[in-house]
C-alpha cells in the first residue's frame, strides 16, 4: 500500500466550478501537508501548507486536513482556465516529503 | 521563497552516456534535494545533498548511478551515469526555506530523454 493515495484523474470542469482534490495517507507520522501545483514542463510550486487539522483558506483556495480520517483536501472556488494544472498532495514527517502521484484538472471555459 | 535554476532544461542522450544536472540557489541553504518524476508517478526522491559531506540515497538509488556533489551552499550537481531508457525522467532540484515553516521550493526541472 502507498503512504499516501491520489486520485490521477484527469478532471474536467467547466469555467467557474466548485473543485474537490483529494489524497488519504496511511502513515500517522506525517506532520505536515501541503499542496502544490505544477504546471506543464515547469516545476511544482507550493500552493498551501497545513499542520493541524481544520481548515486554511487563501483567496479561492481552501485546504482541509482530516487527521483522525487520515484525509486532506484542496478546493478551489470559481475555478478559471488558468487553474489548469497538475496539483500533487505532499506529506511531511521526519524532513522527508512524500508526494500523491498528482491530479491533472482542465478547466475549460 | 529562494529562487532556482537548473542546466539543462532538456536533452536527449544515447544509452550508456551519462548526463550531469546542475541545481543553482540564489541563497544559501543547508539542504538540498534531488528527485525524479517518472509519467504517471509520484515524484520520488532520489537523494539528500549536504554541504560538505556524503549525499544520502533514498532505497532504491546508489550513488554509482546518480553521483551528487554539493560543493557549496548554493550549487549541487545531480549525474546520470550509464544512462538507460528507464532513465528517461524529469530530475528536479529542490530546496528548503529557511524560514521555520518553510517547506521545500523546485527548481523547473531538467526533461531527459534517453534512446
Known amino acids: 500500500q502507498k503512504e499516501v493515495e491520489q486520485d490521477p484523474g484527469p478532471l474536467s470542469v467547466p469555467e467557474g466550478a466548485i473543485v474537490s482534490l483529494n489524497c488519504t495517507y496511511s502513515n500517522s507520522a506525517f506532520q505536515y501537508f501541503m499542496w502544490y501545483r505544477q504546471y506543464s514542463r515547469k516545476g511544482p510550486e507550493l500552493l498551501m501548507y497545513?499542520?493541524?487539522?481544520g481548515n486554511k483558506e487563501d483567496g479561492r483556495f481552501t485546504a482541509q486536513v482530516d487527521k483522525s480520517s487520515k484525509y486532506i483536501s484542496l478546493f478551489i472556488r470559481d475555478s478559471q482556465p488558468s487553474d489548469s494544472a497538475t496539483y500533487l498532495c505532499?506529506?511531511?514527517?521526519?524532513?522527508?516529503?512524500?508526494f500523491g502521484t498528482g491530479t491533472r484538472l482542465q478547466v475549460f471555459p | 521563497s529562494a529562487v532556482i535554476s537548473q542546466k539543462p532544461s532538456r536533452d536527449i542522450c544515447q544509452r550508456g552516456t551519462s548526463l550531469t544536472i546542475q541545481c543553482q540557489v540564489d541563497?544559501?541553504?543547508?539542504?538540498m534535494f534531488w528527485y525524479r518524476q517518472q509519467p504517471g508517478q509520484s515524484l520520488t526522491l532520489i537523494a539528500t545533498a549536504n554541504q560538505g559531506s556524503e549525499a544520502t540515497y533514498e532505497s532504491g538509488f546508489v550513488i554509482d548511478k546518480f553521483p551528487i556533489s554539493r560543493p557549496n551552499l548554493t550549487f549541487s550537481t545531480l549525474t546520470v551515469s550509464n544512462m538507460s531508457p528507464e532513465d528517461s525522467s524529469i530530475y528536479l532540484c529542490s530546496v528548503t526555506g529557511t524560514a521555520l515553516t518553510d517547506t521545500q521550493y523546485f527548481g523547473p526541472g531538467t526533461r531527459l530523454t534517453v534512446l
Open positions: 505532499a506529506m511531511e514527517r521526519t524532513d522527508k516529503l512524500i
Open positions: 497545513t499542520y493541524s487539522s
Open positions: 541563497s544559501q541553504v543547508t539542504m
